[in-house]
């Protein structure tokens, strides 16, 4: 049975499943292209279906600046078509991501050296630190009235033992997997958040 056809006329693409709660990245050109100014941009936004031109008119940008990286992130596997429709002589393309989170696969921690693992997790600091400079240049935080519930920022060292860091760590990743997973992106008053947590052992 072919698929269905809906009111707009997109076609869902066969054997498109629903996005993964969970992608691991196993080399450090994935990490790289999910950091990437304009790809990592695009990831984000693709949690529901969209078109190159409907990411072009979110991000601000000219549509034909993005497709080289909207073909980049579906060649690394991390977005892919789910829908598509003919418009004239045109085949136009929905695309969604393969999964609503990633992370660094553990093997990874072992076969990376020092530099490159220095690299990799300085780059997911750096999207974190590019995003908040832009949401304040832009007057995003200009009269918050309620800052508590307006973003939370947080910098500081604890000394915990073993067995608490443990805890710690483990109660960060299921607040993230939560609020990860169960997406209100359909509810008309959605905001859409950075969350980027970060909790590492100081040596030095």
């Known amino acids: 049975m072919p698929p269905e056809i809906d009111d707009a006329g997109w076609t869902p693409t066969?054997?498109?499943a629903e996005p993964l709660d969970e992608f691991e990245m196993h080399d450090l050109e994935l990490i790289a292209d999910v950091t990437h100014p304009v790809r990592g941009s695009i990831v984000r936004r693709l949690h529901q279906p969209r078109t190159v031109a409907e990411l072009a008119d979110l991000l601000d940008v000219p549509v034909t600046r993005l497709y080289h990286h909207?073909?980049?992130?579906e060649e690394r596997g991390l977005i892919r078509v789910v829908a598509t429709r003919r418009v004239a002589a045109v085949t136009e393309r929905r695309y969604q991501v393969v999964a609503r989170s990633y992370r660094i696969a553990p093997e990874l921690f072992h076969t990376m050296d020092d530099r490159e693992m220095a690299?990799?997790?300085?780059?997911l600091f750096d999207v974190a630190k590019l995003g908040l400079q832009r949401e304040i240049e832009?007057?995003?935080?200009?009269?918050?009235?309620a800052p508590e519930e307006h973003s939370c920022l947080s910098l500081g060292e604890i000394s915990v033992s073993p067995a608490r860091r443990a805890e710690l760590l483990r109660r960060l990743t299921d607040i993230v997997r939560e609020f990860g997973s169960d997406t209100d992106e359909d509810?008309?008053?959605?905001?859409?958040?950075?969350?980027?947590?970060?909790?590492?052992p100081e040596t030095f």
Request: hydrophobic share 45%.
């Open 119 to 123: 690299i990799a997790m300085g780059s």
């Open 14 to 16: 066969p054997g498109a």
């Open 187 to 200: 509810a008309p008053d959605a905001t859409r958040m950075t969350l980027f947590v970060a909790a590492y």
């Open 138 to 145: 832009g007057g995003g935080y200009r009269n918050v009235t």
């Open 70 to 73: 909207v073909n980049r992130l």
